[in-house]
């Protein structure tokens, strides 16, 4: 595995001395943009709280392996101004979409706002759940969990205030290349049900394009976003530590290798790109899934590099942005976007049974059929509501496993969802809340790109963005009935819905008018109880105390080797110290000790387990890198225990003895 100081020389082998051989953009600096970029913690609980993804009760955290982050960066072309944040997330849900929003408008005023602000996630599996405020996305994590809630909406914040607070006079540039080894399509047997002229477009069956906005200030490289479409499924269900997946990887090797650098990857159209190349949880390119992630994740970062050395000339056109609010579930589609030339309607949300099985190639789905007990269910009063017949007609060939529109006391699921286009320079944004396919993707693009007059090229489908409603499918792969097409929420002609409001978008946007806002989603804050128990109190074991060391290291260890040391723990859930780390690995500098790694990097890995009623204890590793320095090191746990009698939060620090690396 790479780790922190082995990243940087790797990088210089393989890419060169001269930033991989990129030389910095020069001369960039007079087209009119200001740029800035900002980073921020967002990792929720790391013990005790159910993940976001592959939605089972029993994939709860416990313990930390890379924390998520939020990237955000803010574009200004003297006229209009863009917000572009991508967060290490199961989904970007509307609840956070709704409280950031406010967020900023409490700093900022009117300066950013639902039009153009654009927040999407990576889609990792690995993240902290429930901060939904809708009953379908919190079924496993027990209910909505506020902290992890927080966690996401101030982390979020922040970093928009951090690309704010860095505004700077700079440059854009816009590269590409094409990445095949990183993705295999999970749904082959729907995709090829597609029209040849669909089909033709994605040879391999899968979307290999690589696109990086590349962000100079002042002739020196200051950020990239990366979009490329592969699932972050990488870590399996039965992975407990806290992940950001593939994209996190890719992210973390760039980052390390160039601190000045903030580096996002971000989705596309990956509805049915999965990174498990062998079709089955955590098996391809390997059978280990911190090796899957590790290579998958390099694999982006390989071509995002070369994408990003492409990038040489300047970007140039204006930004700009526009959002409207649609109600997916009452749509009537005019018939030039339907397959059969004729006028068709959406219609009330509701998953079919093939969703219930969950995919295959990276896990199942949400629990919820006969003889599973889920108290937040029972408060909801289960999943047994009858399905009305003229829905089970409109869903067709939709076997309908729970209609989630028709759900008491609330939709199970948002159906008034955010649509967004945002333009940078010559690059297009459509920016959906779901999980689009490629072919799905591929017709949004090409019909915002006709309406708009540009190369299809410059038109990239950003999924999972400002709200979350599952997938969306051609009409063709609903037919099929695989995982995805039963997670298309609003019928057979849910994409063509969309199709159609997407090129509304555009052809506004065009010219240069505005469209209504349409009618805000309802705000669920306060909707959903939490079953999930929290911490009473701690209590370390008899004659132990908070921060002991319960297993020290060797006296030394080799290059390669794994140190292990476990420590008497608090509950993590007394605080997150987001920005902050559990674990610590320090260097003897010049008789001081010096940070060399935390819980931001590759190389460490934080356990957390719960060794009786009160008592936990905190396990820290650390896989020595090849390149790390020798001399003396320790490990350093930072915790919190609660008492209690008072309920009071006390945090406390514990050290290994030292070891020597040789």
Same mark, same amino acid.
């Given at each position: 595995m790479l780790a922190t100081a082995a990243v940087a020389p790797f990088a210089a082998t393989t890419f060169g001395s001269t930033m991989f051989g990129v030389t910095p953009a020069s001369g960039q600096e007079a087209t009119g943009y200001?740029?800035?970029?900002?980073?921020?913690?967002v990792t929720g609980p790391a013990a005790e709280n159910g993940m976001m993804g592959h939605s089972m009760p029993q994939q709860q955290t416990a313990g930390i392996h890379l924390r998520t982050l939020a990237r955000a960066f803010v574009v200004d072309d003297g006229a209009n101004r863009v917000v572009f944040v991508t967060a290490e997330l199961g989904a970007l849900f509307q609840s956070v979409h709704q409280a950031v929003l406010r967020r900023l408008a409490e700093t900022y005023g009117g300066l950013y706002t639902e039009q153009n602000v654009l927040l999407n996630a990576t889609? &990792?599996?690995?993240?902290?759940?429930?901060?939904? %405020?809708?009953?379908?996305?919190?079924?496993?994590?027990?209910?909505?969990?506020? $902290?992890?809630?927080?966690?996401?909406? @101030?982390?979020?914040?922040?970093?928009?205030?951090?690309?704010?607070?860095?505004?700077?006079?700079?440059?854009?540039?816009?590269?590409?290349?094409?990445? !095949? @080894?990183?993705?295999?399509?999970?749904?082959?047997?729907?995709?090829?049900?597609?029209?040849?002229?669909? &089909?033709?477009?994605?040879?391999?069956?899968?979307?290999?394009?690589?696109?990086?906005?590349?962000?100079?200030?002042?002739?020196?490289?200051?950020?990239?976003?990366?979009?490329?479409?592969?699932?972050? &499924?990488?870590?399996?269900?039965?992975? /407990?530590?806290?992940?950001?997946?593939?994209?996190?990887?890719?992210?973390?090797?760039?980052? /390390?290798?160039?601190?000045?650098l903030v580096a996002c990857f971000a989705q596309t159209n990956a509805g049915d790109m999965s990174a498990n190349l062998d079709l089955e949880p955590g098996s391809g390119p390997t059978d280990d899934e911190f090796d899957n992630t590790r290579i998958i994740g390099e694999r982006q970062f390989h071509a995002a590099r070369r994408a990003f050395g492409s990038a040489q000339g300047s970007m140039s056109g204006p930004v700009d942005s526009a959002l409207c609010y649609v109600d997916l579930s009452d749509i009537t589609v005019d018939g030039r976007f339907t397959p059969d030339g004729k006028t068709h309607r959406t219609c009330a949300a509701a998953i079919g049974m093939s969703m219930l099985a969950g995919s295959t190639e990276d896990g199942p789905g949400i629990p919820i059929g006969e003889g599973i007990g889920n108290p937040l269910l029972d408060w909801l009063g289960g999943a047994d509501v009858p399905i009305p017949p003229e829905l089970a007609d409109e869903q067709a060939p939709k076997p309908v496993g729970v209609p989630f529109g028709a759900m008491q006391p609330h939709p199970w699921c948002p159906q008034v969802l955010p649509l967004q286009l945002m333009r940078i320079g010559e690059l297009y944004l459509v920016a959906g809340p779901a999980e689009f396919t490629i072919v799905a993707g591929l017709r949004i693009r090409r019909s915002v790109a006709a309406e708009l007059g540009v190369p299809l090229e410059n038109v990239l489908m950003q999924g999972y963005a400002n709200a979350y409603s599952q997938y969306v499918t051609t009409p063709e792969e609903y037919d099929s009935q695989q995982y995805e097409g039963a997670s298309t929420l609003f019928g057979r002609c849910t994409?063509?819905?969309?199709?159609?409001?997407? !090129?509304?978008?555009?052809?506004?946007?065009?010219?240069?008018?505005?469209?209504?806002?349409?009618?805000?989603?309802?705000?669920m804050s306060g909707t959903l109880p939490n079953f999930q128990p929290g911490v009473v109190f701690d209590a370390p074991p008899p004659?132990?105390?908070?921060?002991?060391?319960?297993?020290?290291?060797?006296?030394?260890?080799?290059?390669?080797?794994?140190v292990a040391v476990e420590f008497v723990t608090g509950h993590p859930k007394n605080d997150l110290r987001r920005g902050g780390t559990y674990a610590e690995v320090?260097?003897?500098?010049?008789?001081?000790?010096?940070?060399?790694?935390?819980?931001? @990097?590759?190389? !460490? $890995?934080? %356990?957390?387990?719960?060794?009786?009623?009160?008592?936990?204890?905190? !396990?820290?590793?650390?896989?020595?890198?090849?390149?790390?320095?020798t001399g003396r090191y320790r490990i350093v746990h930072n915790g919190d225990w609660k008492a209690a009698a008072s309920g009071e939060i006390t945090p406390f620090t514990g050290r290994s003895r030292d070891f020597l690396v040789a």
């Open positions: 200001r740029v800035g970029r900002g980073v921020a913690d889609h &990792t599996h690995a993240a902290c759940g429930g901060d939904s %405020h809708y009953a379908a996305y919190d079924l496993a994590t027990l209910g909505f969990q506020e $902290q992890t809630f927080n966690a996401v909406v @101030d982390g979020i914040t922040e970093a928009i205030g951090e690309a704010h607070d860095d505004l700077r006079p700079g440059a854009l540039a816009l590269g590409r290349t094409e990445l !095949t @080894d990183s993705s295999v399509n999970r749904s082959r047997s729907a995709f090829d049900l597609n029209p040849a002229e669909d &089909t033709r477009h994605f040879p391999q069956a899968i979307d290999p394009a690589v696109t990086v906005l590349r962000f100079s200030q002042g002739g020196r490289d200051v950020g990239a976003i990366t979009w490329f479409a592969t699932h972050g &499924t990488s870590m399996t269900n039965g992975n /407990h530590l806290i992940s950001s997946d593939n994209k996190g990887y890719a992210a973390f090797a760039w980052e /390390h290798s160039d601190a000045e994409l063509p819905a969309y199709q159609q409001e997407f !090129t509304k978008l555009a052809a506004a946007m065009r010219a240069g008018e505005r469209v209504p806002l349409g009618s805000l989603p309802p705000d004659g132990r105390a908070f921060g002991d060391v319960l297993v020290e290291p060797a006296s030394g260890y080799r290059r390669g080797e794994r320090q260097r003897m500098v010049d008789g001081r000790w010096a940070p060399v790694a935390d819980d931001r @990097d590759w190389s !460490t $890995q934080y %356990h957390w387990k719960r060794s009786g009623v009160a008592s936990s204890t905190a !396990t820290i590793t650390w896989d020595v890198p090849a390149e790390v320095p």
